[in-house]
């Protein structure tokens, strides 16, 4: 391909693919996650543990986009009401559904 045209094919591509690094193009950490997160902090203190909740937090992996946002927030919910389930002293906040 000849050098010209391969550069006006990859200006553009790259512009665009720069945008939506810079912008974003995915969802935001939910109350659900916000909760769980905040859960686990406290049950690692108490334990004197370390849990990786990295992909729940708000630069994590479950916001890039709207179907696996809803995948963590339901997944997050859950968590919370098993961390309960384990330690019921843990006082822990709540998401948007008890």
Do not use: Y
Request: hydrophobic letters at 40%; glycine letters at 12%.
């Amino acid at each position: 391909m000849h050098k010209s045209i391969r550069q006006a094919l990859w200006g553009p591509l790259l512009f665009v693919l720069s945008g939506s690094i810079w912008t974003g193009c995915g969802a935001e950490q939910g109350p659900e996650c916000r909760a769980f997160v905040a859960c686990v902090a406290k049950l690692d203190a108490l334990k004197l543990t370390q849990t990786n909740v990295s992909r729940f937090l708000p630069e994590g992996a479950c916001w890039g986009g709207d179907k696996g946002a809803r995948v963590c927030e339901s997944s997050c919910r859950r968590g919370v009401v098993q961390l309960l389930v384990q330690e019921p002293l843990l006082s822990c906040p709540q998401g948007v559904t008890p």
